[in-house]
């Protein structure tokens, strides 16, 4: 699979997909890591931009799914590099790419690399209730080693304080989420911009399962900054825990690569 691959849409090839446990022996286990990070366009706490430290983290995570975000592609900022190429390349993992909005000669929005085969992508951007930058979501599915489809939406939301453009977005996941067929497991994860006992964290907490409660109950989990980690702002929400499919690991990685740290999420799929 190559990293460039052609945008398909989503809702039909989520409708064909086989069900979840339809070619797959009940005695079959896998266990799928997905890491989350948001990589500050690879720029680290000592304000260089240094990816191949960023792919260091990565690999060193042992990830099969990486959600990116605050990804630059060809980028003044970035002195014309294309991030994302560079980290499939220094990885050896296909990429997925959203983008939400053109910036500084290129581009900038969210990401995916896996080494899972992707069965089909989209992109969509919110709609947003008032100027400032567009967000999106970057919707993926991905075929596991034993032929399971699981379903993976990365994001990153309104940074404002107050949290009406973040529960907007709420809405338009729920809206998008019918797409998916209902014996096919989903997680939404990202850099949501609340805490937990925020609006936003409530009202998505309420509709979904936080995986890192779901396994480490009220252990912090903080992902920013990374230098004096204080706050859980990262987040990997279960939408569809279909029979079979749980979180059975979480950690937060300690790096300085960027001003987060990456959360890993272990899924057992059985």
Same mark, same amino acid.
């Given at each position: !699979?190559? =990293? @460039?691959?052609?945008?398909?849409?989503?809702?039909?090839? &989520? $409708?064909? !997909? *086989?069900?979840?446990? &339809?070619?797959?022996?009940?005695?079959?286990?896998?266990?799928?890591?997905?890491?989350?990070?948001? /990589?500050?366009?690879?720029? %680290?706490?000592?304000?260089?931009?240094?990816?191949?430290?960023?792919?260091?983290?990565?690999?060193?995570?042992?990830?099969?799914?990486?959600?990116?975000?605050?990804?630059?592609?060809?980028?003044?900022?970035?002195?014309?590099?294309?991030?994302?190429?560079?980290?499939?390349?220094?990885?050896? !993992?296909?990429?997925?790419?959203?983008?939400?909005?053109?910036?500084?000669?290129?581009?900038? %929005?969210?990401?995916?690399?896996?080494?899972?085969?992707?069965? %089909?992508?989209?992109?969509?951007?919110?709609?947003?209730?008032?100027? =400032?930058?567009?967000?999106?979501?970057?919707? &993926? @599915?991905?075929?596991?080693?034993?032929?399971?489809?699981?379903?993976?939406?990365?994001?990153?939301?309104?940074?404002?304080?107050?949290?009406?453009?973040?529960?907007?977005?709420?809405?338009?996941?729920?809206?998008?989420?019918?797409e998916v067929p209902e014996?096919?497991?989903? *997680?939404? !994860?990202?850099?949501?911009?609340?805490?937990?006992?925020?609006?936003?964290?409530?009202?998505?907490?309420?509709?979904?399962?936080?995986?890192?409660? &779901?396994?480490?109950?009220?252990?912090?989990?903080?992902?920013?900054?990374?230098?004096?980690p204080e706050r859980r702002?990262?987040?990997?929400?279960?939408?569809?825990?279909?029979? =079979?499919? @749980? $979180?059975?690991?979480?950690?937060?990685?300690?790096?300085?690569? @960027?001003?987060?740290?990456?959360?890993? /999420?272990?899924?057992?799929?059985?």
């Amino acid at each position: !699979m190559t =990293g @460039s691959l052609t945008t398909l849409l989503y809702s039909t090839v &989520a $409708a064909a !997909m *086989v069900f979840f446990h &339809a070619t797959v022996p009940a005695a079959a286990e896998e266990k799928i890591a997905v890491l989350s990070y948001n /990589i500050h366009h690879g720029r %680290g706490m000592d304000d260089r931009i240094d990816l191949p430290r960023i792919a260091d983290v990565i690999l060193k995570s042992g990830a099969d799914v990486v959600a990116l975000q605050e990804v630059d592609r060809s980028t003044e900022r970035n002195n014309g590099v294309d991030t994302l190429y560079e980290l499939s390349r220094l990885t050896g !993992m296909a990429y997925l790419f959203g983008g939400n909005l053109k910036y500084q000669g290129g581009d900038y %929005g969210n990401a995916f690399l896996t080494r899972l085969p992707v069965t %089909g992508f989209s992109n969509h951007h919110y709609r947003m209730l008032r100027e =400032g930058e567009q967000r999106g979501v970057l919707r &993926a @599915s991905f075929r596991t080693p034993a032929g399971r489809i699981l379903h993976l939406w990365n994001t990153h939301l309104d940074y404002r304080g107050d949290p009406e453009e973040r529960l907007f977005c709420l809405e338009q996941l729920d809206e998008l989420i019918t797409e998916v067929p209902e014996l096919q497991p989903l *997680v939404i !994860m990202g850099d949501f911009n609340t805490l937990p006992g925020r609006p936003t964290y409530k009202e998505a907490a309420n509709r979904w399962k936080d995986a890192w409660v &779901a396994v480490r109950g009220r252990d912090d989990g903080f992902t920013f900054s990374s230098v004096k980690p204080e706050r859980r702002i990262d987040f990997h929400f279960i939408v569809r825990e279909v029979e =079979g499919f @749980s $979180a059975t690991g979480a950690d937060v990685l300690e790096t300085t690569a @960027s001003d987060h740290l990456p959360l890993r /999420i272990v899924y057992t799929i059985n």
